[in-house]
């Protein structure tokens, strides 16, 4: 059964997200740091950063595609849950910056789509 509509959307979104959200260190750390806090370890933001923009270049093309298999919502509906998680609880432990819990938010609400 092909997916709806709004599920290509919804991959579509997420794609858009991850690639922007993980390319963004290697364009600018700079930048990246000015909103989310300075960083100790630069070659752990770039390989999340690398991974989140993969799993986005995924979901962009299964949307263009209109393909999106059972395994593919798992990683975009997993790695949301998981970035939230994480997210929420390196915040509440003072290990990261407050401005996480905004995209904490963003990856909740993926997963609630996902769920949908």
């Not at 093309?61 to 998680?85: F, K, M, N, Y």
């Given at each position: ?42 070659w752990l933001v770039k390989t ?69």
């Amino acid at each position: 059964m092909p997916p709806t509509d709004e599920a290509v959307r919804l991959a579509r979104l997420q794609a858009i997200f991850y690639v922007a959200t993980g390319v963004w260190p290697f364009l600018s750390m700079r930048t990246f740091e000015a909103v989310t806090g300075p960083k100790v370890d630069r070659w752990l933001v770039k390989t999340v950063g690398a991974l989140v923009a993969v799993i986005g270049s995924g979901l962009a093309v299964a949307s263009r595609r209109r393909q999106l298999a059972p395994e593919l919502v798992l990683v975009a509906a997993g790695s949301a849950a998981a970035l939230a998680t994480i997210d929420t609880v390196y915040v509440a432990r003072r290990r990261i910056s407050p401005v996480y819990l905004l995209d904490a938010v963003a990856e909740i609400a993926l997963v609630a789509g996902w769920a949908r």
